[in-house]
T-cell receptor, first 116, second 114 residues
């Protein structure tokens, strides 16, 4: 079965510093990987995805993610963190292609706290 | 207005009661999903549906049922709620034709079973 792991429950970073939120994956076949963000009292919002192609994927709000096949990782990054980036971040992998359904398996989430 | 609307947003109920969580969407998407979020566990898939005649069990369907009343409406029911069903529930949609691979989530329904 497909799975993702987010090894850090929380990441703390100062505003203006670069941030990294880690994700590793375990899949059979080619991985379809996603990052979502959840702000307080809101649903999840799509940030970016990796399907194929360039290993560096750019997404919303200045975020990017680096796909590394040899390390089975898909870390989320941003060059300069904002206080407003503070939220809960989820890595996810698509669990098969069942007639077009996006059956995603989510990680446990990493809380990002950006201090002023 | 939100594209994916869930009602109620918050509900407190007692063990043994029947509860229905409703989801409606204006995105015109054909695929709809119910997920459950628990702290430290992430999101887990309960049920998903292609259309009114198509219902599929997800990872944790026991104790839940769903109804797809129309393309735009997908309801989740707990026939006899129990405390370990206390969680945050999310409805989501996706669109095969656009093929972007992303899910669009509602804002969640927080359920507490006493």
């Amino acid at each position: 079965a497909q799975s993702v792991a987010q090894p850090e429950d929380q990441v703390n970073v100062a505003e203006g510093n670069p941030l990294t939120v880690k994700c590793t994956y375990s899949v059979s076949g080619n991985p379809y990987l996603f990052w979502y963000v959840q702000y307080p009292n809101r649903g999840l919002q799509f940030l970016l995805k990796y399907i194929t192609g360039d290993n560096l994927v750019k997404g919303s709000y200045g975020f990017e993610a680096e796909f590394n096949k040899s390390q089975t990782s898909f870390h989320l990054k941003k060059p300069s963190a904002l206080v407003s980036d503070s939220a809960l971040y989820f890595c996810a992998v698509r669990d098969g292609w069942d007639t077009g359904f996006q059956k995603l398996v989510f990680g446990t989430g990493t809380r990002l706290l950006v201090s002023p | 207005d939100a594209d994916v609307t869930q009602t109620p947003r918050n509900r407190i109920t007692k063990t043994g009661k029947r509860i229905m969580l409703e989801c409606s969407q204006t995105k015109g998407h054909d695929r709809m999903y119910w997920y459950r979020q628990d702290p430290g566990l992430g999101l887990r898939l309960i049920y998903y549906s292609f259309d009114v005649k198509d219902i599929n069990k997800g990872e944790i369907s026991d104790g839940y049922s769903v109804s797809r009343q129309a393309q735009a409406k997908f309801s989740l029911s707990l026939e006899s709620a129990i405390p370990n069903q206390t969680a945050l529930y999310f409805c989501a949609t996706s669109d095969l034709q656009r093929g972007t691979g992303e899910l669009f989530f509602g804002e969640g329904s927080r359920l507490t079973v006493l």
